[in-house]
């Protein structure tokens, strides 16, 4: 029986430079990989110094491809601690006529890291709506809550209780 194994390419140096800005104190970052689609950060443990798994980082638009905005989908890379909280969202794509005053402005990202994977992600509420830009911003909303809560499912151990 054969098993056909899909090669990991390395993180690039621009792959590379947004998974720093995800995770800032991470000491190498393994290539995309798994099932999910995911990068693994790693920082070293303060006690061991050996490496430990600091969080994952994924795309939006391969966990949920059918959320779009107003004019097509919102490619958001999503940086997920061990701990089910968001350590950040870059926004590197889109195509939205007035993403210069929503999705664009660095408001938009920022207000995402440190939220919980079990926050509402309601637009209006806990997420900053934007007026003209309400569709694009509930998708992105969505994209982000929805991608992140699959990952945490799948990928890491819930806490204890």
Do not use: C
Not at 17 to 37: E, H
Request: charged share 20%; hydrophobic share 40%; proline share 9%.
């Amino acid at each position: 029986m054969f098993m056909t194994v899909r090669a990991q390419s390395p993180v690039n140096s621009r792959q590379e430079a947004q998974l720093r800005q995800l995770f800032p104190s991470a000491t190498s970052f393994a290539p995309k990989g798994g099932d999910p689609p995911h990068f693994k950060a790693f920082a070293n443990d303060p006690r061991t110094g050996s490496p430990v798994l600091a969080g994952l980082a994924f795309w939006t638009t391969e966990l949920a491809p059918l959320e779009r905005g107003y004019d097509g989908p919102i490619k958001i890379l999503v940086g997920l601690d061990t701990s089910g909280m968001l350590a950040g969202v870059i926004v590197t794509e889109h195509h939205e006529p007035y993403g210069y005053f929503s999705v664009d402005l660095p408001e938009f990202p920022r207000q995402f890291k440190g939220k919980n994977i079990r926050d509402p992600f309601r637009v209006g509420e806990d997420i900053d709506a934007v007026s003209r830009a309400t569709l694009t911003v509930r998708s992105a909303a969505r994209a982000v809550k929805d991608s992140a809560r699959r990952v945490a499912r799948q990928l890491l151990t819930p806490p204890s209780q």
